[in-house]
């Protein structure tokens, strides 16, 4: 434990926390409508992959580290107005 009585954060631990901070400084810059839909966003992202996800799945914390940056470095970018995503089902009789 560090001297104030907290557990230390491990490397991990502070990326994915610097990562949740930069979403919501880049949400900063966005209008106010896309801003709260972009917290929203960010905050159930996270907070559906803290649940879903084994914390000692570090291949996959890896990965979702990396796709997030990939997704800061699109919104932060001066030509998009928000975050989007497509979650596309396959049916069963879809499937080979």
Known sequence: MAASGKARLSGMQKQVLA???GFLRAARSKSPEERSRIEAFVSA????????????NFLYIEYLLRRGKRQLDQLTSPNTVGLSSLNVEVSDREKP
Do not use: A, G, I, T
């Open 45 to 56: 992202e996270f907070r559906n992959n803290s649940s879903q996800v084994d914390r000692k």
């Open 19 to 21: 990562l949740y901070r």
